[in-house]
């Protein structure tokens, strides 16, 4: 299984910006484990956390952009 992101875009806007993981898990309140396992694309991502995650970063970008699943075949 892999260990890599399918939310390319965030990740860059996370890095960009000091964020890690650990402490985007903290700004929106969830478990470290449950963010990495939403950002790997293994869990759902609600809506209302992702809207955390972009007022976190304070991100212009629409959450479509944002959170375009890259990387991902069906």
Not at 20 to 37: C, F, N, P, W
């Amino acid at each position: 299984m892999s260990e890599r992101s399918v939310y390319l875009r965030l990740m860059a806007e996370m890095y960009l910006r000091g964020f890690d993981s650990r402490l985007m898990a903290e700004k929106i309140g969830v478990h470290y484990g449950t963010l990495r396992r939403k950002l790997r694309g293994q869990s759902p991502l609600q809506l209302e956390e992702a809207m955390r995650m972009k007022e976190a970063l304070q991100c212009k970008l629409p959450l479509e952009k944002l959170f375009e699943k890259q990387g991902v075949t069906i």
